[in-house]
């Protein structure tokens, strides 16, 4: 069947069980200024069960990455408002998402300035979907087992003479006091401390996408690490609140 770029595929020509490899927690970003393009990816991604947002400028797609990180951005390299590898420097220089190239640039010297700026992928148009597919699983995939491995070497963090061993879950106080935290405050902390100075949503914090707004269990365990460690919780300085938007974790971290 042909899925070439120009036909999306057909329903149903994925095998049962496709989702069961990738996607349902995966964000992608697609930045593409051909609305026929875009739309041929976006409905690839989502029918195999990735979370995607579209954007036709750069400029929206920055905007964007203040907000919520993804966790691989797909560029075309022609976009109207600046050039797609300049976009890619910035994307990767702001958060730790893959990045795949799909562009109608084929010269070699495209591909390898791509690959060689921190690219882990370059797809040229036409594309077959399925190919798409297994490119984006394949970037995920190594960039999940990298980051696995980090972690494994990382086990303690620290900010402000604090200290998090996240094996035990022990919290030292700058004095040596020890706090153990829960699983569900130690995921919180842990989002906040990989990713600081960075708003972020209840969704991201908690790892869902689908999050009710009645749901006010992120509140509570954000107020029992402020009640740990902030010297004044009506006045926090390390977990803040940016209202109408999410939280911000604003202290420098180190890794042991």
């Known amino acids: 069947m042909n899925t070439r770029h120009g036909m999306p595929p057909a329903p149903g020509a994925r095998s049962p069980g496709a989702h069961d490899?990738?996607?349902?927690?995966?964000?992608?970003?697609?930045?593409?200024?051909?609305?026929?393009?875009?739309?041929?990816?976006?409905?690839?991604?989502?029918?195999?069960?990735?979370?995607?947002?579209?954007?036709?400028?750069?400029?929206?797609?920055?905007?964007?990455?203040?907000?919520?990180?993804?966790?691989?951005?797909?560029?075309?390299?022609?976009?109207?408002?600046?050039?797609?590898?300049?976009?890619?420097?910035?994307?990767?220089?702001?958060?730790?998402?893959?990045?795949?190239?799909?562009?109608?640039?084929?010269?070699?010297?495209?591909?390898?300035?791509?690959?060689?700026?921190?690219?882990?992928?370059?797809?040229?148009?036409?594309?077959?979907?399925?190919?798409?597919?297994?490119?984006?699983?394949?970037?995920l995939r190594r960039r999940g087992q990298a980051g696995a491995a980090a972690a494994t070497q990382r086990r303690r963090a620290r900010f402000n003479g604090w200290c998090i061993d996240w094996a035990s879950h022990v919290l030292t106080a700058p004095d040596g006091t020890e706090h153990l935290l829960g699983t569900a405050e130690a995921q919180v902390l842990r989002s906040f401390i990989e990713r600081p100075h960075q708003i972020l949503t209840r969704?991201?914090?908690?790892?869902?996408?689908?999050?009710?707004?009645?749901d006010r269990s992120i509140d509570v365990r954000i107020s029992r690490l402020r009640k740990k460690i902030e010297a004044d919780t009506e006045a926090p300085q390390v977990i803040k609140t940016v209202y109408g938007a999410g939280y911000l974790f604003a202290a420098n971290v180190e890794w042991d």
């Open 21 to 139: 490899e990738g996607g349902a927690s995966d964000l992608i970003y697609v930045i593409e200024d051909e609305p026929e393009v875009a739309r041929i990816v976006r409905a690839t991604l989502q029918d195999f069960g990735f979370a995607c947002e579209v954007f036709a400028s750069g400029a929206a797609a920055l905007r964007r990455l203040q907000v919520e990180k993804p966790d691989l951005c797909i560029i075309d390299l022609g976009l109207p408002d600046m050039d797609g590898l300049d976009l890619m420097r910035r994307i990767t220089a702001a958060s730790s998402a893959g990045v795949l190239i799909l562009t109608g640039r084929g010269h070699p010297a495209d591909r390898v300035m791509g690959l060689e700026l921190g690219g882990d992928d370059y797809v040229t148009k036409p594309f077959e979907a399925r190919e798409l597919v297994a490119r984006v699983r394949s970037i």
């Open 203 to 214: 969704e991201q914090l908690l790892g869902t996408r689908d999050l009710l707004p009645t």
